[in-house]
């Protein structure tokens, strides 16, 4: 075979093998694509499966930092909200922690459908102070330890203890122990001013059938404890306040903590309802109290720590004031040396858009000027409960006191009826009782925190046969059967009010017998300890009332 022919056939050969590697090369290059291809459908179903807004930590579940560098692990169960994703793709194997630089896996994961490790801090503010350390680190968190951070921490203190700082951290609140090798360093962390002090208001007692001036009943309470948050107040727990006055914790300003001395189903319910926080201090927690009326501050000795005492006769005027950290000096007041103006209003109307001819009809602008200067001159308007206990000797009461009373639930007085009676109260935030024709109108007209509603008779307010009010006129069952009808349904049987002023002694004694406390008539003086109970005196007022005149009954 000549030279020539030999070399054609090592080109031919080495030809062929040549194709024959770019053959296998793109075999293997399909096959590794197919492969990949698969392998990232794979992957991209997990991730998939794994993910939602809201998961949970099935066991050393690693976290990165914004760099994606290993920095922690994390133990099981802890659930973590992510940042939402719109559309899941290969490259979301590391999830964002939501608000935070952090990022876990999606291997060590599972959904769960909400949070329910919820923390609640909305009071504290933040140390301008640091915990740093360049060591392994270990957070704890009710007692258990859930992350290790590998490389340290640098964190701003949210608050401590005796023997842990706390951080916020993945958006939970987490436990550090104290130990020699953390170090605290200062960082201006946040420019919000926390509060050097703290206004403890105590409850001597809380209930509807304790006495004496420590003794509020549930309305009381929980009118104060709705202007204290309307006025932007926050009402501490007893865990915060005892972390406060040991510089334990920093919180914001306007904040409010409130005692009692006993537990009742009254407080149980305020604290569930309302959300009041209301404490009993125990020997447990090591700190005293004295009865300063002035507020609290973390300079205090713990065992001579300053409060302001509530008693029945406090204005929600002299409450704020508590809130707002100033001395407050509250004379105790003989109530045997003075009486109270019980007024008597009936209808409101508004000259503008509507008539009312009557004597007993009052110009809403009337009413505005008769609360406006209530509000100015210090006056508190009375709960019927009040009013009742203050009558029977059980409380004492401020000289500047007045109960504010309205017949029959007609023109103005309703929301079904023009809606000014209910209207102004709520606007100044005071008490009245409305006593209702309850077989006329709806009850369900007349709801506010500040109108109580007390009976006026079911159907019995109009003129009998006899010539006076139905009342007199009919017998002592009769009366009696339309009191029960009206008790059936304002179920509150602590005031009755006669139709007319009219009365006489069958009318007098259904009314003692269906277990009312007092009833109202007219009379044109001041109520007294004196007065007979089922007789107390009221002022009409009539439209024709000028300031000079209202002045002169309340005062």
Same mark, same amino acid.
């Given at each position: 075979? &000549? ?235 007893? $865990? ?6 040991? $510089? ?23 604290? $569930? ?55 407050? +000096? ?45 509000? $100015? ?27 504010? &009373? ?88 602590? +005031? ?49 009332? &000028? ?9």
């Amino acid at each position: 075979m &000549t030279k020539k022919r030999k070399k054609k056939i090592k080109v031919k050969h080495k030809k062929s093998i040549i194709l024959i590697i770019v053959i296998l090369l793109i075999i293997c290059g399909v096959l590794s694509f197919l492969i990949i291809k698969n392998s990232n459908k794979i992957i991209l179903k997990n991730i998939k499966n794994n993910y939602n807004k809201y998961v949970i930590t099935k066991g050393n579940t690693k976290l990165y930092d914004k760099n994606k560098k290993l920095i922690g692990y994390i133990d099981k169960d802890l659930q973590i909200e992510l940042e939402d994703i719109k559309n899941i793709t290969i490259k979301n194997k590391y999830l964002k922690v939501k608000n935070s630089d952090n990022y876990i896996g999606y291997k060590n994961i599972k959904k769960i459908k909400k949070i329910t490790d919820i923390d609640s801090n909305d009071n504290y503010i933040v140390f301008n102070k640091n915990i740093k350390s360049n060591n392994k680190i270990n957070l704890y968190r009710n007692g258990k330890k859930v992350i290790t951070l590998t490389n340290g921490i640098n964190k701003e203190i949210l608050y401590m203890d005796k023997d842990s700082y706390y951080v916020k951290y993945l958006n939970k609140t987490f436990s550090i122990k104290k130990d020699k090798k953390i170090k605290t360093i200062k960082k201006n962390n946040t420019s919000d001013k926390a509060t050097d002090y703290i206004s403890v208001l105590y409850y001597e007692g809380i209930g509807n059938n304790c006495e004496g001036n420590g003794c509020l009943d549930i309305e009381n309470v929980k009118t104060q404890i709705i202007e204290l948050k309307n006025n932007g107040y926050n009402l501490i727990t007893k $865990d915060e306040y005892i972390a406060f006055i040991n $510089d334990y914790i920093r919180l914001k300003e306007k904040s409010v903590f409130l005692t009692t001395g006993s537990e009742t189903d009254e407080v149980k319910l305020l604290n $569930d309802k309302y959300k009041a926080n209301i404490s009993i201090i125990n020997d447990k927690d090591n700190i005293k109290f004295q009865n300063t009326n002035k507020k609290s501050t973390s300079k205090d000795k713990k065992d001579k720590l300053n409060r302001y005492v509530i008693k029945t006769y406090s204005s929600i005027d002299d409450i704020l004031k508590m809130a707002n950290g100033e001395d407050v +000096s509250e004379e105790e007041i003989n109530s045997n040396d003075f009486g109270i103006a019980v007024l008597n209003y009936h209808f409101f109307y508004d000259p503008n858009s509507q008539r009312c001819d009557e004597a007993i009809c009052l110009e809403v602008n009337k009413f505005r000027e008769h609360l406006q200067y209530l509000k $100015d001159n210090g006056y508190k308007t009375l709960t019927m409960k009040e009013f009742v206990n203050w009558i029977y000797g059980k409380i004492d009461l401020p000289k500047k006191s007045v109960l504010i &009373t309205i017949d029959d639930g007609a023109m103005g007085t309703g929301k079904h009826n023009g809606n000014h009676l209910i209207t102004l109260l709520e606007e100044y935030k005071m008490h009245a009782t409305l006593f209702l024709i309850a077989g006329w109108w709806d009850i369900s007209n007349y709801q506010s925190d500040y109108l109580e509603v007390q009976s006026h008779t079911f159907d019995m307010h109009k003129y009998g046969d006899c010539g006076r009010g139905q009342l007199v006129c009919a017998n002592y069952d009769q009366a009696k059967a339309d009191l029960q009808k009206s008790l059936d349904i304002i179920k509150d049987n602590t +005031s009755f009010c006669y139709p007319f002023y009219s009365y006489d002694d069958e009318a007098i004694k259904a009314v003692k017998d269906l277990g009312f406390k007092v009833a109202f008539a007219g009379g044109n003086v001041k109520a007294r300890r004196t007065s007979d109970k089922y007789k107390v005196p009221r002022y009409p007022i009539q439209s024709d009332i &000028t300031m000079q005149d209202f002045i002169k009954k309340i005062s």
